[in-house]
């Protein structure tokens, strides 16, 4: 007994180790929520699926089969980042401009779970159900590729990701549906807070980054929420809003085009590697 006590506690110590070093530190995750703009609206252009980093992944959250892709599972970051068949998205070049920046043993990893029309009220988790009795029959198709619930299916793909690497952001784009509720910046921190907790992260460590809506320098028509937008960080200590100023949209002054999307994405980039204490080299 004096020889099998010390083997089976040296057998727990190599299980601990082996359990630790699972977790890559320099695998860098990132949750990306909320409604079209998140989602992706403009179409992929050839320049948007060529040269993509292998150390930007996405992890897939729905089944695509016609991709080659299953839920669950990391693959290199070319477009589409959310379902099968949504376009370009701000996490697309958030990941891109990272990777250019961030030294080489360093991967970045994106998760998108974004429903195109939704309210912020589709990622509480105590009264989604209440929500989405009421919403249109092609939002109810689209919340049928996350079993009814993104919520849940965003915490669920999170939890996979974390035995792989560290969560170190949320990146949040929604509001045009929400324009003018000025309780939209409590109805974000419960949803923030609610991810703290099911993920066990720490706010002081995970900042959220929100996009302001199609700004009104491009007649966006729901850039009045902008200034709802900009008070989240009086909710949310580690808040931070990205500009839209600039940033071209489409035709329907709702969404933004191939071109406003890439550089909302850099944009996401510039803030999150300036709290990490990086220079974006390309801004310099």
Not at 80 to 89: A, H
Not at 193 to 208: A, E, F, G, S
Request: glycine share 8%; proline share 4%.
């Amino acid at each position: 007994m004096k020889v099998l006590i010390p083997l089976f506690l040296l057998a727990q110590l190599l299980l601990t180790a082996k359990t630790a070093v699972a977790q890559d530190r320099n695998f860098h995750i990132y949750l990306c929520l909320g409604q079209s703009n998140m989602e992706g609206n403009a179409k992929i252009e050839p320049q948007d699926t060529i040269g993509v980093d292998r150390r930007f992944q996405v992890m897939e959250a729905v089944n695509c089969p016609d991709l080659g892709r299953t839920m669950g599972h990391w693959y290199t970051a070319v477009p589409p980042l959310c379902r099968c068949r949504t376009g370009l998205t701000p996490a697309d070049y958030f990941g891109r401009e990272l990777v250019a920046n961030l030294p080489e043993k360093v991967r970045v990893g994106v998760i998108n779970v974004a429903v195109g029309g939704c309210k912020i009220e589709l990622f509480d988790k105590d009264h989604y159900e209440a929500y989405t009795e009421n919403v249109p029959g092609w939002m109810k198709n689209f919340l049928k590729e996350y079993d009814g619930n993104p919520y849940a299916r965003l915490v669920e793909m999170a939890k996979l990701a974390q035995k792989d690497g560290v969560i170190k952001g949320i990146l949040l784009h929604q509001g045009e549906s929400n324009t003018g509720d000025t309780l939209w910046t409590k109805k974000v921190k419960v949803v923030y807070d609610n991810l703290m907790h099911d993920l066990n992260l720490k706010p002081k460590k995970v900042p959220l980054l929100a996009g302001e809506t199609v700004n009104a320098d491009q007649g966006g028509i729901c850039a009045s929420m902008n200034k709802i937008i900009a008070t989240l960080p009086q909710s949310i200590k580690n808040a931070h809003v990205i500009s839209s100023a600039g940033c071209t949209d489409a035709a329907d002054n709702l969404h933004f085009n191939a071109a406003g999307y890439r550089e909302l994405g850099k944009r996401y980039a510039a803030k999150m590697l300036d709290l990490m204490g990086y220079k974006d080299q390309k801004t310099e």
